[in-house]
């Protein structure tokens, strides 16, 4: 394999030799999507690489009207901005490394617009940043936030000739995806990561009404089921298909 990743795969994240200069752009279309790779990106944070993280929108979807007062477009999207704050402080990401960029949406409570103003903001934002690698939803998703991120994405890549590798997290609104990369872990990160999620409670509470369990327990479902799919001694794995 070539580009950014070679070697035979799947490649075990924890054990690849990542240039402590690589800079790393978390493309997120919602506050809580950071989260679902937060193993891997401690990880890197912990051997040295600059994280940078774009929420594209603040996406009011999701938080039910008993969560926010009053319950408007406004004050839901802003609820969900303070969550991924408060998350990433526990994470000990630094406030300036994280950028609210509150791309267009459609109708009140919509999804985000494929209008060319995103697009040159999201454009200029990554042409500033200049990532090496770029952690993302993967394109095949039900979510249609998640697939026009990585349609932007793509295409952004196409025409810039950028540089920079995807690393596509698979989550549970994926339908299918590689695991050319993971990395495993067990329960005490599996704790943490779960305390890391709970952060979003609007998310966390609306699971735990209509699904009978919380927003940790969904993305940590899908992280066991990779696992199991890897054939991994180690209970839990982070999955990324890779684009490079």
Not at 141 to 155: G, Q, S, V
Not at 170 to 195: H, V
């Amino acid at each position: 394999m070539t580009g950014r990743f070679p070697g035979p795969r799947p490649l075990r994240l924890d054990s690849w030799p990542w240039p402590a200069s690589w800079r790393v752009a978390v493309l997120a279309p919602h506050p809580d999507d950071f989260d679902a790779a937060g193993i891997l990106l401690r990880y890197l944070r912990r051997a040295g690489l600059d994280l940078r993280l774009l929420v594209l929108s603040s996406s009011p979807n999701g938080v039910e009207d008993s969560f926010a007062n009053p319950p408007t477009d406004e004050a839901k999207a802003a609820l969900r901005e303070e969550e991924q704050r408060a998350s990433c402080r526990f994470f000990g990401l630094p406030e300036e490394s994280i950028e609210f960029l509150r791309l267009a949406v459609g109708s009140p409570g919509g999804h985000l617009l494929d209008d060319g103003n995103s697009r040159r903001t999201l454009a200029e934002k990554l042409a500033r940043l200049r990532p090496d690698i770029v952690l993302l939803p993967h394109g095949n998703d039900t979510n249609p936030d998640h697939r026009l991120a990585h349609a932007w994405w793509t295409r952004l890549a196409g025409e810039n000739g950028h540089a920079a590798a995807a690393l596509l997290i698979r989550d549970p609104k994926t339908i299918a995806s590689r695991d050319d990369a993971y990395i495993p872990f067990g329960e005490a990160d599996a704790e943490w990561k779960c305390e890391l999620l709970r952060f979003h409670r609007s998310q966390h509470e609306r699971n735990l009404r209509a699904r009978g369990y919380g927003f940790d327990e969904r993305i940590l479902r899908v992280n066991r089921e990779s696992a199991r799919r890897l054939g991994i001694a180690e209970p839990y794995a982070e999955s990324f298909e890779i684009a490079d």
